[in-house]
């Protein structure tokens, strides 16, 4: 066989062809004039010239302007002792494309001796995508050496591989000291079941996120942290490690439990106020009573009293009942506490009223009238009835006239059901829409109505514990229109279902 043929009938300048085309790189051979002699397939796609566009060219077509002259001096340094192998490592290289956009590239060299002089063999791989990694990762590199937080990254053994400024300034420990220690070294005895934990959720791929703990530092003192970790993967998607961001929050802590204990302070005075004020309020109707008792007989077994002194001591009694009910109204708001809720057997809106009206005060020439919404809600009887019971009255109580009519109403709104209480009296005036609901507030001398100034304070605070509001505007004929928001059955007073 000859020795130009290699097997299966090839010839060796053939085998060569096919190994210059199949070769996943740029080739292109040059003369010792900078001409191009020889391109691949590789070049053409890369370039985007076509090889008779480029066979017979200087090398300088195929970079920057900018850079044309001294890539000529280079490549006559080269030709002249050509011992260097690449072109572009550790430094910006560019290549221009025939739509005259530019690539990084980086060059591989070698000299090709032959009769005719030497040649010069470059391959070419463009570095783009090298080029940008390597920009988002020099930019991460900064933002976790910048970052407030201690950022440290540890294997799926546990063993740390990276440690930030902000973790030596956070924990005290150095990256020189900890790089390559198990984490472990940072938990306390009673919390190392939590790196297990840890892994075991990173090693599924989850993301443990805000997770509270203790951290010991440097000085054997411990730190309270909120963790956030997360899984690393490499290239393939394989998980192989994670990436953990701690931060201190100690004074977030240490202001919790001070709120916490304040609360609790302030539950506990509140508590022992309302069971003072209940137990005053109920203690006190004791010898209200027996002055009263005083007063009637007085009145019964003198009967040589002037009119003028009778008249004096019916104005005694009339203000004994109302400190009476000053104490009731005071009572029953002590006895609103927090965990009032909605109780009894439900009954429809409009019976609830019916009750309302069979037991308030209503005079002859006042009429309460119930709306037909009222007959399909269903709710429950305390402490509603309440809440309607004081409205009502308030209505009745402070009409300017002999005679007038009181609606209720209800209708859904949202999530709420909103009842209406309207009367046609003389209305509030809208500086007076606000404080009325404050304790002891009237618009009317006492010596005119009866009444303490705790009936729409009460309402306004049982309204409140079932998480809604109340409030009045005036009513579209004249007259008040007093409102609430009560959550529906199924629904409990802080809106939680």
Known sequence: MPRSLSFDGIRESDWFELIVEGVPVALLMADQNRRIALVNRNTETLFGYSRSELIGERLELLVPQRFRGQHAAQVSTYLHAPTQRRMGAGRELFGRRKDATEMPIEIGLNPIRTAEGVFTLASIVDITERKRTEVVEGQMAALVESADDAIVAKSLDGIIRS????????????????????????????????????????????????????????????????????????????????????????????????????????????????????????????????????????????????????????????????????????????????????????????????????????????????????????????????????????????????AGTVIVSVQHQGPWLRFSVIDDGPGVPEEYRETIFEMFKTLKPRDEVEGSGMGLALVRKIVGRMGGRCGVDPAAKGGSHFWFEWPPIGRSARGES
């Not at 203790?214 to 309270?224: A, T």
């Not at 004096?312 to 004994?320: A, E, K, N, P, S």
């Open 163 to 402: 440690w930030n400024p902000s973790a030596e300034r956070l924990l005290g420990y150095s990256a020189k000291e900890m790089i390559g220690q198990p984490v472990t070294r940072l938990l306390p005895e009673d919390r190392l079941g939590e790196e297990a934990m840890i892994l075991g959720r990173i090693g599924l791929g989850e993301r443990v996120e805000q997770f509270e703990t203790l951290r010991r530092k440097n000085d054997g003192s411990m730190i309270e942290v909120s963790l956030t970790i997360s899984p690393i993967r490499d290239a393939n998607g394989v998980i192989v490690g994670a990436s953990k961001i701690m931060r201190d929050i100690t004074a977030r802590k240490r202001s919790e439990r001070e709120l916490r204990r304040s609360n609790a302070e302030l539950a506990q005075a509140n508590t022992e106020l309302d069971n003072f004020v209940y137990t005053a309020s109920h203690d006190l109707r004791a010898p209200l009573t027996g002055i009263s008792s005083i007063v009637q007989w007085i009145l019964e077994d003198d009967r040589s009293l002037a009119e003028e002194s009778r008249g004096r001591l019916g104005l005694i009694l009339g203000r004994i009942e109302r400190m009476k009910q000053l104490l009731t109204d005071i009572r029953d708001y002590a006895r609103t506490d927090g965990k009032a809720a909605p109780s009894g057997t439900p009954v429809s809106a409009a019976t609830l009223v019916a009750n309302v009206a069979a037991t308030a005060h209503v005079p002859p020439g006042f009429s309460i009238r119930v709306d037909p919404s009222l007959e399909s809600v269903q709710v429950p009887r305390v402490p509603l009835e309440q809440v309607l019971h004081n409205l009502v009255s308030n209505a009745i109580k402070h009409h300017d006239r002999p």
